[in-house]
């Protein structure tokens, strides 16, 4: 069994949680998932199974919408409702004054990770730091905002939509919404709806899955090939896709391509690259069940 299944992750459970449950009900140990939602957050996980794994960075470059709440008034440790809360202020703020403050986030930025992340700094993660009541340096990762929309507010909450790229904290652009405010805001619910060419709409909930078979499960897979679906296609013959898949380079009058989608009698080969006349697979992908 290959391919991406669309999980609709439910409130409480992390991903890697998430991981453990689908190779319960699947039986296939070769799982994984790409871009951490926390415990907090629901919504859709793109998760890895078989080949589809080696397809996984790919993934990790997409870019993400976002559902979510805000809450003025109070900041808290981890920047979101189910930390400790650091500071309380005034919240009279009006819907103005919010819809401002959102225009003035969008474009291209710098973004500095929240101490409780699963981002890694000297080989350790920053929220086992933060447990042990660390608090480091952080060196701020360029992302882009590409739309920051107010859906609704009432007494001080908030619900908007953003659509980023990737790399990007939720929390931390709430953070930051509340330190230009001037009194403060944590993040009090999160949904991710769309992750590149993946949509919630596609998902299944664990509870789905868990009373499905392999067969009744199979047609849900999406292809690994799905990952890179905006890149050109590239068919190959018989002999020169064994020849790719054994590692060798082959010489084409093809012009340079940074990414393609390579394929030959087996079917999908592996994401390709053409430079300087010299044709290669980046990965190889086993295509057998």
Do not use: W
Request: glycine letters at 10%; hydrophobic letters at 35%; aromatic letters at 6%.
């Amino acid at each position: 069994m290959n391919g991406f299944l669309l999980i609709d992750k439910p409130e409480g459970l992390t991903s890697h949680g998430v991981v453990g449950r689908v190779r319960r009900i699947t039986g296939i140990r070769r799982v994984g998932h790409t871009g951490t939602l926390d415990p907090m957050a629901t919504g859709l996980l793109p998760i890895c199974i078989g080949h589809a794994t080696r397809m996984s960075e790919y993934m990790l470059a997409d870019d993400k919408t976002y559902q979510g709440q805000l809450i003025l008034g109070y900041t808290s440790d981890t920047y979101d409702r189910t930390g400790v809360c650091t500071k309380k202020a005034d919240s009279s703020v009006d819907e103005k004054t919010l819809k401002a403050v959102f225009a003035s986030m969008t474009g291209k930025q710098l973004q500095l990770p929240p101490m409780y992340s699963a981002k890694k700094v000297g080989g350790k993660k920053l929220y086992e730091l933060a447990r042990e009541g660390k608090e480091i340096e952080r060196k701020p990762s360029p992302i882009e905002i590409y739309s920051l929309e107010l859906l609704s507010f009432a007494e001080q909450e908030a619900t908007f939509s953003a659509a980023v790229s990737k790399g990007t904290y939720i929390r931390s652009l709430v953070h930051d919404i509340g330190e230009k405010l001037g009194c403060g805001a944590v993040l009090s619910a999160l949904r991710r709806i769309r992750s590149g060419a993946f949509s919630i709409e596609q998902s299944l909930t664990l509870e789905q899955i868990e009373q499905m078979s392999a067969d009744e499960l199979r047609p849900h897979l999406l292809p690994a090939d799905y990952a890179i679906a905006d890149a050109p296609a590239l068919i190959t013959d018989e002999d020169t896709g064994r020849r790719l898949t054994q590692g060798q380079r082959i010489a084409t009058k093809e012009s340079n391509a940074p990414l393609l989608r390579v394929y030959g009698k087996q079917g999908f080969l592996g994401p390709g690259a053409i430079q300087d006349g010299v044709l290669k697979l980046m990965k190889v992908l086993e295509n057998k069940e």
